[in-house]
């Protein structure tokens, strides 16, 4: 199975939608909050499952969690706020452990992390339009096994799309193409 981990989308699925043109055999979909409506949005358009939670900009309330059902085993899921991520991983990685978890996927901080605490890999994909890690975006990509191995890897916007602006010819193009005198 392979998962798709997103967050702190913030209404712009720009990159989200580019992002999902390259990628391939994609079977479910993790949104870590911060506008769960795009979560939804995804889900309709892409048909694939989703889990969602709300993020910190969602609106008032306790911070959401959501559990994700893998072959690898469950994934909890959270945008990361309600367990001070800003300051540490270690009361995310506890939260996990306590609902039999060995992974947490959490956003929040926009900055992208696989890290393993307390044998607990805790998965932040950044943010495709509002990165703080000096990169033009990212997202996580999980592939979960049957033999309950898994994998997470940080995956950069630039990577899967290109970066940058394209190349559309220069000077020495434009001397070429009219070298004939025409």
């Not at 043109?21 to 939804?40: F, Q, S, T």
């Not at 995804?42 to 306790?62: I, T």
Request: glycine share 12%; charged share 25%.
């Amino acid at each position: 199975m392979r998962i798709l981990v997103i967050s702190d989308t913030h209404g712009s699925l720009g990159k989200a939608f580019d992002v999902w043109e390259k990628l391939r055999n994609i079977d479910l979909v993790i949104h870590c909050g911060d506008h769960k409506e795009d979560a939804e949005t995804l889900e309709k358009l892409w048909r694939v499952p989703v889990v969602a939670v709300k993020g910190n900009c969602d609106g008032f309330g306790p911070a959401e969690e959501a559990i994700a059902s893998t072959p690898a085993g469950e994934i909890f899921v959270t945008h990361g706020h309600g367990h001070g991520v800003d300051y540490g991983l270690e009361e995310l990685a506890e939260a996990a452990k306590d609902r039999g978890c060995a992974i947490a996927c959490f956003g929040h901080t926009h900055v992208p992390v696989v890290e393993y605490v307390d044998d607990v890999c805790c998965v932040n994909p950044g943010s495709l339009p509002r990165p703080k890690d000096g990169k033009n975006g990212s997202v996580a990509v999980i592939t979960a096994e049957e033999n309950g191995d898994f994998y997470a890897n940080i995956v950069y916007y630039d990577t899967i799309c290109g970066g940058g602006q394209r190349t559309r010819g220069g000077h020495l193009r434009d001397i070429l193409n009219y070298s004939d005198g025409q």
